[in-house]
């Protein structure tokens, strides 16, 4: 006997992360891979929440400080701090952008009838990312819109950094690098 999936029915599948003492939660249909820390090589000129870019199976992949994005401190790097990379849509365009975040917690559902609407949180957060907030055993956790973090300017600069191909230069130094540190 066939097992019967409805198409139709609404993904409500969310990836919950910490920045900070706060909880986040994005669509999984954003989410296409969760990585360790490998070496982020810096972008001269970058604006300060791109904290620059990682060889991702031979594509350039910026990477973006989440929380000074969201107008936090920056993430500080421990054993359970990780990229998330995602997918931004910006019309009929898209760029895969990884986003540092303090810790991975786990996949949530939401029913519609959980999400409230996102309260006016001052300048603590830039609220406009923010599309809903969900109690959950007494944790709040904030439904972000990744493709409302960043302007169309922004997106064009991170696209600037991320051909198609890995940049030769930086494999070269990648080379160079674990070359000097075997002698």
């Known amino acids: ?48 929440y791109m904290k620059g870019i990682i060889n991702l199976r031979g594509k350039v992949l910026p990477v973006i400080d989440t929380k000074v994005k969201m107008g936090m401190p920056p993430v500080e790097f421990t054993k359970d701090t990780c990229i998330v990379v995602m997918d931004i849509k910006l019309d009929d365009d898209s760029l895969l952008v990884g986003v540092l975040v303090d810790r991975v917690l786990e996949v949530l559902e939401f029913n519609d009838d959980e999400i409230l609407p996102p309260p006016n949180l001052g300048s603590k957060y830039h609220s406009e990312f923010i599309t809903g907030i969900v109690n959950r055993n007494d944790n709040f956790i904030m439904i972000i819109d990744i493709d409302t973090v960043f302007s169309l300017d922004e997106i064009n600069f991170m696209r600037s950094s991320s051909d198609n191909d890995i940049v030769p230069e930086m494999e070269e130094n990648e080379k160079s690098l674990e070359e000097n540190k075997e002698e």
Request: hydrophobic letters at 45%; a negative charge; glycine letters at 6%.
């Open 1 to 48: 006997m066939a097992a019967y999936i409805d198409t139709n029915m609404e993904i409500r599948s969310y990836l919950t992360f910490e920045l900070g003492e706060e909880i986040f939660a994005c669509h999984v249909n954003k989410l296409l891979h969760i990585l360790e820390i490998p070496k982020i090589t810096d972008v001269p000129g970058a604006p300060g």
